[in-house]
């Protein structure tokens, strides 16, 4: 039986761990050739390994996503591999919560180099190499939509994320190539419990309509239909999935 992603080639930046890895995952059950980069390659090879016990194609890469050649030397042997590149999630981030007088100059060029610049250079080379028909899927946050005490910096990058979405898929329209954002609410992933405290989290949840944190899966089936062609009509929108939180006033 047919797959929705059958003969299609991506990569997953951030793709070995959390909402990256589940991406990566899900690309592959549907049939698509998964790169999975990381900045840890070992990482990246233990879900590479996990996707080839599933039945699945993947390749690992390592490399620091804020550097335009990182894209370059992955998106490169894909193509050599597999012939084709088609899909790009711009998944990586680093993320640390804390007052605006803690921010550092290390901290704030580490966040924008891995959650903003990473973006602006996977864009740019994933376009490069794509053809008609191609998609970028960009995971932006909940926190572009609302303000979040002592996360000044996240938010600032991941509205700019939507920016930079809204901006290429004008550009890159008239090449068929569509680019998309998916906006996770409060998913605990190992990143989130490094900033929110159980405190938190249980207030998160009161204020979620459907009554639940987020599940790693939830964001991966979200990236799916924007890399399927079952969205080949949506291009420059953002997709909160986020159980109702961020719209919600409780």
């Not at 790693?216 to 062609?229: G, H, K, P, R, Y």
Request: charged share 20%.
């Amino acid at each position: 039986m047919a797959k929705r992603l059958d003969g299609k080639v991506a990569l997953v930046t951030g793709g070995a761990r959390g909402i990256g890895r589940s991406i990566s995952s899900a690309l592959a059950a549907e049939g698509a050739v998964v790169g999975v980069l990381d900045l840890r390659e070992d990482l990246a090879q233990v879900a590479v390994d996990g996707i080839l016990a599933a039945g699945g194609t993947a390749m690992a890469f390592g490399g620091d996503v804020a550097q335009r050649e990182t894209f370059d030397k992955a998106v490169q042997a894909l193509k050599q591999a597999h012939g084709r590149f088609d899909i790009l999630v711009n998944n990586a981030i680093w993320v640390r919560y804390g007052p605006i007088a803690a921010i550092t100059p290390e901290m704030l060029t580490r966040m924008v180099g891995t959650g903003f610049n990473s973006v602006v250079w996977g864009i740019q080379v994933g376009s490069e190499a794509m053809t008609e028909g191609g998609s970028i899927i960009n995971i932006a946050s909940a926190a572009a939509f609302v303000g979040v005490a002592e996360a000044m910096v996240y938010g600032g990058v991941k509205s700019g994320v939507l920016g930079l979405t809204r901006s290429s898929a004008v550009e890159l329209g008239p090449r068929g190539i569509r680019v998309n954002a998916v906006c996770p609410g409060s998913v605990p992933t190992d990143g989130m419990k490094l900033n929110v405290d159980p405190d938190m989290m249980a207030t998160r949840i009161a204020r979620t309509p459907l009554g639940r944190l987020g599940e790693v899966e939830d964001i991966a089936q979200a990236a799916l239909f924007l890399a399927s062609s079952d969205s080949s009509w949506i291009t420059g929108t953002s997709i909160l999935v986020d159980g109702g939180a961020t719209h919600a006033i409780r």
